[in-house]
Each structure stands twice: as C-alpha cells, then as structure tokens.
C-alpha cells in the first residue's frame, strides 16, 4: 500500500509557474510508475504527465508538452510536476497516481491503483 499526498497548489495569474509535490508513504517507492492527472469542475480526470520507475521514459499530454515537466527524486519518495505558462484553462485540481509495483503504466487512470487526495490549481487574472 502506498499514501500518496500533493501538495503546492494555489491561485496563481496566467503566464505564472507552480510546481507540485507528490510525498508517497513506504519503501517501494522507486518501483511505482508515477503519473499526474487533473480534473477540471464539471469534467472527466484526464492525463498529465508519467514517469517511469527510474526516471528513464516520461509522457505528457498534448495540452502541457513543452510547459510541464514531471520528475522524481526517489531518494526522497517524492515526485514533482513543474508547470510554466500556465493558463486558466489548466484550472482544475490535481491528483498524484501510482501503479502497483512493478506494473507499467501509462496514459488511462485505470492504469494507477494509488492516488492522493488533490490539490487545487487555480490560474486567474
């Protein structure tokens, strides 16, 4: 079993940058493929970004390529998402995910077993 807490979130204008945390509980950190999702009022989770257990592959969705960064630092069960540009349509609250050890996964939240609780993201002038 992993806990996984978020945390960084906030009111921010566009343009502005943030970057989250995700603090997971437990030894086996290092053998989860972790992944962001957000989730906007009124609209279904969708993807952010992945890393995989080693840092070695990410992904992003097409929305954040090239203003979001995923990264981890396993030393420290933590993992990150540093978000630049951002804009009111990134608006939405942000969850951490993790797969079950060993596991691959990508893109589908069915993919995670673990999530945290959200943090808010708030982007407005």
């Known amino acids: 079993q992993v806990h996984l807490v978020e945390s960084g979130g906030g009111l921010v204008q566009p343009g502005d940058s943030l970057r989250l945390a995700c603090v997971a509980s437990?030894?086996?950190?290092?053998?989860?493929?972790v992944g962001w999702f957000r989730q906007a009022s009124g609209k279904e989770r969708e993807f952010v970004a992945a890393?995989?257990?080693?840092?070695?592959?990410?992904a992003y969705a097409d929305s954040v390529k090239g203003r979001f960064t995923i990264s981890r630092d396993n030393a420290k069960n933590t993992a990150y998402l540093q978000m630049n540009g951002l804009t009111p349509e990134d608006t939405a609250v942000y969850y951490c995910?993790?797969?079950?050890?060993?596991?691959?996964?990508?893109?589908?939240?069915?993919?995670?077993?673990?999530w945290g609780q959200g943090t808010q993201v708030t982007v407005s002038s």
């Open positions: 437990g030894r086996t950190f290092a053998s989860h493929v």
């Open positions: 890393i995989s257990r080693w840092r070695t592959s990410t």
């Open positions: 995910a993790a797969a079950r050890p060993g596991q691959q996964a990508g893109s589908k939240a069915d993919d995670y077993d673990y």
